[in-house]
């Protein structure tokens, strides 16, 4: 049994830059793709970005293209997210995802394991 484990959320200002990590305990995800998605108050789950298992290739949705940074150190079983320039559109919470290939995908029913979120929160 796999269990990820996100940290990092808080309150900022609009501009400033936040760092989310996931950890994953119980097992290796050294050959899984993952990724990041993200629920907005009253809105659906929806992608952000995802890097394949060995973090050499990355993918991202329009609206964090640019500010938002995924990458990955496997010998330490965890996934990052560096958010900067933070609107408060990106309000949200933050979930990481884990997938059981070694393929990212944007759908979020392709993914097997889930973390129980990180909240965000930033301010105008």
């Known amino acids: 049994q796999v269990q990820l484990v996100e940290s990092g959320g808080g309150l900022v200002q609009a501009g400033d830059s936040l760092r989310l990590a996931c950890a994953a305990h119980?097992?290796?995800?050294?050959?899984?793709?993952m990724a990041w998605f993200r629920q907005p108050p009253g809105k659906e789950r929806e992608f952000v970005a995802a890097s394949t298992r060995s973090g050499s290739s990355t993918i991202y949705a329009d609206s964090v293209e640019g500010r938002f940074t995924i990458s990955r150190d496997n010998a330490k079983n965890t996934v990052y997210l560096q958010m900067n320039s933070l609107k408060p559109e990106d309000t949200a919470v933050y979930y990481c995802?884990?997938?059981?290939?070694?393929?990212?995908?944007?759908?979020?029913?392709?993914?097997?394991?889930w973390g129980q979120g990180t909240q965000v929160t930033v301010s105008s």
């Open positions: 119980g097992r290796s995800l050294s050959n899984n793709a």
């Open positions: 995802a884990a997938v059981r290939s070694g393929s990212f995908y944007r759908t979020s029913s392709s993914y097997t394991f």
